[in-house]
């Protein structure tokens, strides 16, 4: 049974920064992409951030360059680092594990349950 796991998501004032963190059982990062996606209230779900499993990365909008996704071999993990956070940052953010490099949501197969990041101004 596979099973997506988000962490590090809380309460942070405008201008700060948040790391959260995705993980996973039943499957292995080393050979999906891996996505993180947000949905703020009374919005649709987008694409924030996408890497490969070979590394290359991909974000929506205009993210790149406050945001950061990495991968954690080590641990296992892929991490999106979020700096000079907005309000409208504010949303729940989800990690889901797919087959390819994409921000298209029916490109992922596994979903985790989301974790509420909230930016305060």
């Known amino acids: 049974q596979v099973q997506v796991v988000e962490s590090g998501g809380g309460l942070v004032q405008a201008g700060g920064s948040l790391r959260l963190s995705c993980t996973a059982s039943?499957?292995?990062?080393?050979?999906?992409?891996v996505g993180w996606f947000r949905q703020a209230p009374g919005k649709e779900r987008e694409g924030v951030s996408c890497?490969?499993?070979?590394?290359?990365?991909y974000y929506g909008g205009s993210l790149q360059g406050r945001f950061i996704i990495s991968r954690d071999l080590a641990n296992h993990a892929v991490h999106l680092q979020m700096n000079t956070l907005k309000p409208e940052d504010t949303a729940m953010y989800y990690c889901?594990?797919?087959?390819?490099?994409?921000?298209?949501?029916?490109?992922?197969?596994?979903w985790g349950q989301g974790i509420q990041v909230t930016v305060s101004s």
């Open positions: 889901a594990a797919g087959r390819v490099m994409s921000l298209r949501q029916g490109d992922f197969d596994n």
């Open positions: 890497i490969s499993w070979t590394g290359p990365t």
């Open positions: 039943g499957l292995t990062f080393d050979s999906h992409a």
